[in-house]
């Protein structure tokens, strides 16, 4: 019968044993947010590219530019 007094208490018992680690749904939204990021300064690094070579362009040799 001490097998039956195991039901019932499986959040307790888990908050005592996995209480350290990190829940997989925490851990999904971490990468989510993770990739995010990487993807926001990727796209920042693209503009600044883009704006380098729209200077260089624009600067580019003309007689009524100089």
Do not use: C
């Not at 195991?6 to 993770?34: C, H, I, P, V, W």
């Amino acid at each position: 019968m001490a097998l039956l007094g195991l039901f019932g208490n499986d959040r307790q018992m888990a908050s005592t044993t996995y209480s350290d680690r990190e829940s997989a749904s925490d851990k999904a939204a971490r990468k989510r947010r993770q990739g995010h990021h990487r993807s926001a300064a990727a796209a920042d690094r693209q503009g600044q590219a883009w704006e380098d070579a729209e200077r260089a362009r624009q600067n580019r040799g003309s007689w009524w530019r100089r």
